[in-house]
């Protein structure tokens, strides 16, 4: 079983919105979660967005100004509010986490965008 839980993604009109959630699916699986990533059809996993646990944020320059990322004060969920979607947003989206030089994921979740 995937460490990590993604939910939010939908089939959604060019313009339309979306909000992912990420959540821990082990109660004894504490590491902290540190972002969203994205794969495309034939195309690699790219960062979309992180956040530290002190809280700053980074974005990928394609999602700067429409996605914003956060996440609760328990730090055990974490959210990407996506806005002004575009047809190349359409992927798989994953959340991570870890300890310092590994990666969990989880299974991810479909975001299709129409034209």
């Known amino acids: 079983q995937a460490p990590l839980v993604e939910s939010g993604g939908g089939l959604v009109q060019a313009g339309g919105s979306l909000r992912l959630s990420c959540t821990r699916s082990r109660r004894n699986f504490n590491f902290p979660i540190r972002g969203w990533y994205r794969q495309a059809p034939g195309k690699q996993r790219e960062m979309v967005a992180t956040?530290?646990?002190?809280?700053?944020?980074n974005y990928a320059d394609f999602v700067k100004g429409r996605f914003t990322i956060s996440r609760d004060r328990a730090q055990t969920s974490m959210y990407l509010q996506m806005n002004s979607l575009k047809p190349d947003d359409t992927a798989v989206y994953y959340c991570?986490?870890?300890?310092?030089?590994?990666?969990?994921w989880g299974q991810g979740t479909q975001v299709t965008v129409s034209s």
């Open positions: 956040l530290t646990p002190g809280g700053t944020a």
């Open positions: 991570n986490a870890g300890p310092s030089g590994y990666d969990y």
